[in-house]
């Protein structure tokens, strides 16, 4: 497997311990939800950070996980953890350019691989109704503890929506103050079409009085 080098920015307390309450709700979900998809419903929530750092610490706690970047229209995963060289991706291997085995990434986070977003493609939503996408993810559920999968927002781009019904759960994640309830509930009615059940959702960059900085924090399902 292909190695990379990540550099992970440090959080605060507040933020960490809102992610270990988000990782401990996800597992008190049930032990059939193992593939897991981190959403929003426009961009610019933090679904992506939100889903890494999700991913890295079902992985700190000895899991072996597998965070996919699903996002092949606005990747920021390669740009934000500085990696320092160019990485095949999603899009190469659902356009039969790549094999899975050349995609997915042994990161320096003990337990951590990452498939990253891959160059963008002008059909991603026809590639996500692939078979080699759904071949991807039963592979990957027999070989991980634990797969997620970051996506476009749901309520901007379709492609969200068709992966949603390969997954056991989805997490939504909404910025505080920027989303309306009503867009919020169309988002929820696209997911529960799909069949897959929401699991909850994280108000993100909510205003801390006290401090003035913005942490993230889990609340219960739908």
């Known amino acids: 497997m292909k190695k990379v080098e990540l550099s992970i ?53 000895g899991k072996k996980v597998l965070l996919i970047d699903g996002d092949i229209h606005k990747s920021v995963l390669t740009t934000r953890y500085h990696l320092e060289r160019e990485v095949d991706g999603l899009s190469q291997y659902l356009t039969g350019q790549k094999k899975a085995e050349d995609v997915i ?42 797969v997620f999968l970051d996506t476009p927002p749901v309520g901007a781009l379709i492609e969200g929506a068709i992966i949603a019904k390969y ?29 897959c059940r929401i699991l909850g959702a994280v108000l993100n960059m909510v205003n801390s009085p006290k401090s003035g900085y913005s942490y993230n924090s889990y609340y219960g399902e739908y």
């Open 167 to 195: 997954c056991d759960g989805v997490v939504l994640v909404i910025k505080s103050g920027a989303i309306s309830y009503k867009k919020v509930q169309q988002v929820k009615r696209q997911i529960e079409k799909s069949g």
């Open 105 to 146: 990434y042994q990161t320096n986070i003990e337990n951590f691989d990452i498939l990253f977003s891959g160059p963008y493609a002008p059909n991603p939503a026809e590639l996500f109704e692939n078979e080699l996408m759904k071949r991807l993810l039963d592979q990957a559920e027999k070989e991980y503890d634990y």
């Open 9 to 61: 920015p440090e959080k605060d307390t507040k933020f960490d311990e809102s992610i270990k309450t988000l990782r401990t709700n996800i597992q008190f979900s049930g032990a059939d939800i193992r593939t897991v998809m981190i959403t929003s419903s426009e961009p610019d929530e933090g679904k992506s950070e939100i889903a890494f750092h999700t991913a890295m610490a079902f992985a700190g706690l």
